[in-house]
């Protein structure tokens, strides 16, 4: 019994949840049959990670979910083997055909492809082509895959250094010959790098595509699998030429869609179908077996080696959502603190209210440079309609249209990296560079469903559910 609770111990149990283990018998890794007080549950005995609590056990069910049981619930535990669980993944040799387009896939520390490491409560990537190859062997049907590790940080912790690095080393791929690019990264905040990327890398004759997963790959509802292989896909063969995020379409596992960098945004904090392309239309969609574009004013795959690489990016800019009652304060704070750009996300038509007109004064007479956008992320700013937007803009506050406004935070950071010419400045901030400001919205450029009303519920019933 003491070595049944020397292990237990030290694989994260403690409590009541190692005492729960040590009353039974049962050990991790133990295939054990569970009777609660509230039902009976079959599954493998997991560790504890070192930041859980101490009151449950964890068992890995056989639908591949895990199910968290109150150590105080356990009434018995029967034992039917062990499974200890192995962390490796599987290395296949990368099958190389030299008639196969040659793609490169740089690493920020997303886990597209990835075991969990139970024991401590991270994952284990799968990166190098062996390991991706032994995990989706699919990704050999489109290209020659090459990886490079460029850090490993979590997509929150994604900055100015690593988009720097990243279209550094982007540029440097294309001009080595690769016929596209992938990197894998975290959903949070994928569309504020795939912004950036767009105004870093410019003209690219091949895509670049950024691909995550919203669920890791031990759970049976991952996307990494036909998020991953549809990315290879586009990368390989399509004929898009931009920054693109490639992430599941529906909530079925039938397809990706393409969006724009600078039209994307995570939508969702947990379905799979997170992204979408706000206030137009996505470029395409892709499956395993074919590339459909819904649009054709994208830029063509060229032969050439040519591609604009400019990695400017300012910190002193920020991005201030607007809210009813702000006072002046707040505005006054960011430029005593010596912010040089301010982003706002006004109500409506792009409003805030009189009492910050002090602030706004300030900023100008300061030189901080002032935009505005909607927080209702869909639609127009409007500052010549009402009262309220024209004294703003009398104030040096300059209107950014249906520019997202994560996408102008990081657009106002970038040229604000160039030059700091008031004149200039303005220019690069509203000359579209790929597709930020758009002319209008299609008339099916702003679809919100909503449930219950029985036109919504008829069309549902329609769908694959």
Known sequence: MSDVVSDNRSNGYRGPGLDALGRHGVSVWCDVEVKTTTGRFRGIVLPRSETSDDRHIVLKLANGYNVGLAADSIEAMTTHGRREATYGIAEQDFPIDPRKPNIVLFGTGGTIASRLDYRSGAVVPAFSPGELYGSVPELADYCNLRTEKLFGVFSENMGPEQYACLARRIGEAIEDGVDGVV??????????????LTF???????????????????????????????AVKTAAESDIAEV???MFGPTSDQYCLLHRGTRVRKMHSSYRSTFRTIGDIPVGMVDPDRITTFRD?????????????????SEDVTLLYYYPGMKPDVMEALIETGYRG???????????????????????????????TVQTLWGYVGMYVYETGREMMALGVIPLANMLPEVAFIKLSWALGRTDDRDEVKHIMLTSIGDEITEREPYNGYLVYQGAVPEIQEFLRTIKR
């Open 183 to 196: 990197i894998g990264h975290g959903t949070d905040t994928m569309h504020h790098t795939a912004a950036a």
């Open 200 to 230: 870093m890398v410019q003209d690219p004759p091949v895509p670049i595509v950024l691909v995550g997963s919203q669920r890791s790959s031990d759970r049976p509802s991952s996307d990494a699998a036909l998020n991953l292989i549809c």
């Open 244 to 246: 693109l995020v490639c």
């Open 297 to 313: 004013d994208y830029k063509h795959r060229r032969s050439d080696r040519k591609v604009i690489v400019n990695p400017a990016y």
């Open 342 to 372: 301010i982003i706002i996300a006004g109500t409506g038509l792009g409003h805030v209210n009189k009492p910050t007109y002090r602030a706004l004064g300030r900023a100008r007479d300061a030189g901080v440079h002032v935009y505005m």
